[in-house]
Every structure is written in structure tokens, then in C-alpha cells.
């Protein structure tokens, strides 16, 4: 089926440092979607990007859809101890076919932030 | 508004056994669906119901059913448990069956199989 290759797979980093995250795909994505997922629970969205070169932020984070529709980022700021979760890039496709409508997920960011 | 609702949240099964784990959302949501989150796999969809009165195979499908009994309730059963369904299981809704509506995830049900 269809991959988002996610990167980097994990970051430890230092209380107050920026984050950067991103997704890249062989496929065209009508809708880019972060999740975060706190340990134990389900994956909670964070940020929706729905036209090519969108750069959209909430908060401390920052999200762009890539002009070619195949990639976006993620960047956070200032990182807090309350960061710390997997986040997740996932995109919903507009393909037609057996694809339609389906969200595709990345393999996830495993951030740890140490104080 | 309690949003997505996942039952149960544990369950330890032996190799054969069946269950069914259930699901509901109350915000009118006409699509919903079944995921299964594995280390380093992300989520894959197992069943989707993109509407009441209609479900399809997602990427997983093999070795579960699913029913979706209402607009607000989606099941998913396994007939006979293997220890590779040993997952985190994750329901969803969305507004309608569209590229452009996000999804909003329950909370999981941490399945063992032994």
C-alpha cells in the first residue's frame, strides 16, 4: 500500500530547542494531517494543511504542505517537557480508485525532550 | 461530547478466541474506521465504513469482520485470534468519506494475544 517515509524516526533534544520533522511521499496528498499521540492514548490533530505551499502554524508549531504536494513539515518551537509523544504525518489522497478518501500514514517521530 | 469511545481498553486473549472490540462517536459523524498501530508501522486501516450501511477492506483486512450497527457504532471482531494480532487498535470518525476531513481517533484498545 501506499508509504510516507517519516524522519527522523526519534529526536532527543534539550528543553527550549526548535524541532523539525518532515514527510515525503511518491504520491500526490489533497490533505496533509499531524498527529500527536501522548503515551497511552490515541493520536490527536494538531495541525491541517489542505493547498499546495500552505504554511499553517497553532501555537509553538509551525506546518507547511509542500509546493509539490509530496511532502510537508513540521517544525516546533521552543520545546516544552509536555512535547515529548510520537507525531505523525499522515495525508489523504484524491486518486480516485481504491485509494480515495484513505489516510496514509508516516512510521512517526518518537520525541523526547529532556528538561 | 465525549468524541470517540473505544471498549474495551485491555484485553489479553488466548490463540483461538474471539472477541469483538466496539466503538462509538456522538459527534454525527457519517464515516468511521478501524486501524491497527504496530512499532515502527505507523497506523494501517484495516475496515472502513464510509457511510451507515456500507464497509470496505482497508490495507489489513485479513482475520477480522466488522459491523457497522448504526450511525454512531462500528465494530470490529476477530473470529479466532493469532498472536500476530497482538496490536494497539484505534477506531476513527470523520465527517463525511472525503480527502479533505480529518479524522478524530479514539483512545485504543491495547490487545495480547498469547
Known amino acids: 500500500g501506499q508509504q510516507l517515509n517519516q524522519s527522523p524516526q526519534s529526536m532527543f533534544i534539550q528543553e527550549g530547542e526548535d524541532v523539525s520533522m518532515n514527510c515525503t511521499s511518491s504520491s500526490i496528498f489533497n490533505t496533509w494531517l499531524w498527529y500527536k499521540q501522548d503515551p497511552g492514548e490515541g493520536p490527536v490533530l494538531l495541525i491541517a494543511?489542505?493547498?499546495?505551499?500552505e504554511l499553517t502554524s497553532n501555537g509553538r508549531l509551525t506546518a507547511q504542505f509542500g509546493i509539490t504536494r509530496k511532502d510537508s513539515f513540521l517544525n516546533i518551537s521552543a520545546s516544552i517537557p509536555s512535547d515529548v509523544g510520537i507525531y505523525f504525518c499522515a495525508g489523504l489522497l484524491n486518486a480516485g480508485g481504491t485509494s480515495y478518501g484513505k489516510l496514509t500514514f508516516g512510521q512517526g517521530t518518537i520525541l523526547t525532550v529532556h528538561p | 461530547n465525549a468524541g470517540v469511545t473505544q471498549t474495551p481498553k485491555f484485553q489479553v486473549l488466548k490463540t483461538g478466541q474471539s472477541m469483538t472490540l466496539q466503538c462509538a462517536q456522538d459527534?454525527?459523524?457519517?464515516?468511521m474506521y478501524w486501524y491497527r498501530q504496530d512499532p515502527g508501522m505507523g497506523l494501517r486501516l484495516i475496515y472502513y465504513s464510509a457511510s451507515e450501511g456500507t464497509t470496505d477492506k482497508g490495507e489489513v483486512p485479513n482475520g477480522y469482520n466488522v459491523s457497522r450497527l448504526n450511525k454512531r457504532e462500528f465494530s470490529l471482531r476477530l473470529e479466532s485470534a493469532a498472536p500476530s494480532q497482538t496490536s494497539v487498535y484505534f477506531c476513527a470518525s470523520s465527517e463525511r468519506w472525503s480527502p479533505y476531513n480529518e479524522q478524530f481517533f479514539g483512545p485504543g484498545t491495547r490487545l495480547t494475544v498469547l
Open positions: 494543511l489542505y493547498k499546495a505551499g
Open positions: 459527534m454525527n459523524h457519517n464515516s
